[in-house]
Each structure stands twice: as structure tokens, then as C-alpha cells.
């Protein structure tokens, strides 16, 4: 069950940012599940840029794992957006992007990627017992080698 929390104040560190983001020995995540009504409760009123802004940096963090610290290299990340776009946008949103470690994440996305990165492992242990139960104690890479 997914639960709404309070967004750090600006400067202020998430309690989150020990979460690991990235997959060491596995290829990246390539999608992450998008609630919608999560998000709705969360842009509501907001202007379109800030609402476009919001999402493209939940998709750069996804991506990079962790988004810059400073609010310039963030806007380095949104292809298009005016300097005074994003001194509009910024304060709004900065909440949604606390400080954690030497950059920012957004909590919430970092949840759900600890839930992709269990599935993913769970699945690549399902696969590993099937070619065990099915090859025995040789893998795929040993046979490989083998006919080498």
C-alpha cells in the first residue's frame, strides 16, 4: 500500500536517501509504474510548465538515480524551459525533491524503484531455480564456455 507523505522543506534532507538507486549487476530499469492519481493530488492548481517540469524530473531521477543538488544543474535536465520559467517553477516543486546525500530524489519514486528492483531480483532468481531444476548444475554461461 502506497502512503502520501510530507515532502522535506527546502535545504532539509528525506529520511529516504539512504535508499540504494542503482541495480549493481543488472541492467537498468527501463519503465517504473505511474500512479496517476498520486500525482493529481500532488500538481493540482499547478501550471502546466511546473506540472511538465515535475514529471521531467521524476523521469531524469528514474533514469540517473540521483538528480543534481543545485536548482541550475536541474534546469540544465528540461530541454526548453526559460530561465524565468524556472524561477516560477522551482519553489513550487523543490519540496517534491529533497536534498539526499550529494544530490536530490524524490521519495516516493525512490519506494517504488526499491519494489521494481525486488521484482526484477525475484525474478532473476525464478529464472536461475528454472534452469537449475531444468539443466541441473550447469548454467547457460558454463556451456558456453565449453564449446569454446
Avoid at 523521469?59 to 541550475?72: K, N, Y
Avoid at 525533491?97 to 519514486?109: I, K, M, Y
Avoid at 517504488?112 to 528492483?117: A, I
Wanted: include cysteine; charge should be positive; aromatic fraction near 8%.
Amino acid at each position: 500500500m502506497r502512503r502520501a507523505t510530507t515532502p522535506p522543506m527546502e535545504g532539509e534532507r528525506s529520511a529516504q536517501c539512504d535508499v540504494a538507486h542503482t541495480l549493481r549487476g543488472v541492467s537498468p530499469l527501463s519503465w517504473y509504474r505511474y500512479y496517476p492519481g498520486d500525482h493529481l493530488r500532488i500538481m493540482r492548481g499547478w501550471p502546466l510548465v511546473a506540472r511538465a517540469v515535475y514529471r521531467e524530473l521524476l523521469d531524469a531521477q528514474w533514469d540517473l538515480g540521483v538528480l543534481p543538488a543545485a536548482p541550475e544543474r536541474l534546469r540544465e535536465l528540461i530541454v526548453g524551459i526559460t530561465a524565468a520559467e524556472w524561477r516560477a517553477v522551482w519553489p513550487r516543486i523543490a519540496g517534491q525533491f529533497p536534498l539526499c546525500g550529494e544530490g536530490r530524489q524524490n521519495p516516493a519514486l525512490e519506494t517504488l524503484r526499491n519494489v521494481q528492483v525486488a521484482l526484477v531480483e525475484n525474478r532473476r532468481r525464478a529464472g536461475m531455480a528454472g534452469n537449475r531444476a531444468r539443466w541441473g548444475h550447469l548454467s547457460v554461461v558454463a556451456s558456453e564456455d565449453a564449446d569454446a
